[in-house]
């Protein structure tokens, strides 16, 4: 299948600046490799309920999601790059025609990584983009079968933006720690076991960026 021209341009930027740049070196830096090329995309609709002091609260709809992830232990080693551009590659596949239609879709945004931790410290990270309203109701279904359709269901979320290129699993470790020590000084608990990365912005937007960790309502539906 030939790719169109707009897809092999974006895939070329992907490939380029992960050659330029050093290596990536964890789970968090799949956002590096998703949002490299990527031009501003239908953004999924949440709705505001509450806020405090350097927190809000949302509800975030349920969605179906393209997703395409792995399992990793406690003692496992880092994500490598070539990892990560191999997910990379299978989502864009799957929105360029790699699916039941083969039809080239759109993409939403956030770019968002899933991460279940499971009691043992194992991990479950599925790297996700977000399907537009136009194509929500029937989408295609991955040829691919290391990607899938996920349909998330509504949750009730914290969160708080932050700037800059987050683009190693410290940072995001780091503003999910600094939002859960502002909830639980307010008595808010939220669950440990589940948490979302997401990224809004194109590589080439250098100020004014956003990312939001979400904490997830202890009593939702489990994900």
């Not at 290596?23 to 799949?30: F, G, K, R």
């Not at 639980?184 to 589940?194: C, M």
């Amino acid at each position: 299948m030939m790719m169109s021209t707009k897809m092999m341009t974006m895939v070329m930027v992907v490939m380029v600046v992960a050659i330029l740049q050093p290596p990536l070196t964890t789970a968090a830096n799949i956002f590096t490799a998703f949002t490299r090329g990527f031009e501003r995309q239908e953004e999924i609709q949440t709705l505001a309920l509450n806020k405090g002091s350097g927190w809000e609260s949302r509800e975030v709809p349920s969605k179906v999601w393209a997703c395409t992830g792995q399992q990793r232990s406690a003692s496992d080693g880092q994500i490598t790059s070539a990892e990560q551009m191999r997910a990379f590659l299978r989502l864009f596949a799957y929105l360029n025609g790699r699916n039941s239609r083969d039809q080239e879709l759109p993409m939403g945004k956030p770019v968002s990584i899933e991460v279940k931790t499971a009691a043992d410290g194992s991990r479950e990270l599925n790297a996700c983009f977000f399907l537009p309203e136009r194509i929500q109701a029937d989408p295609p279904t991955p040829t691919d079968p290391l990607v899938f359709l996920s349909q998330r269901p509504t949750l009730t979320i914290f969160t708080r933006k932050f700037g800059g290129f987050a683009s190693d699993e410290e940072t995001w470790m780091t503003e999910a720690q600094g939002l859960k020590g502002v909830l639980t000084a307010e008595g808010i608990d939220t669950r440990g076991d589940l948490q979302y990365w997401n990224a809004y912005d194109p590589p080439h937007k250098f100020w004014s960026r956003r990312n939001e960790v979400w904490l997830v309502k202890p009593d939702e539906e489990q994900a």
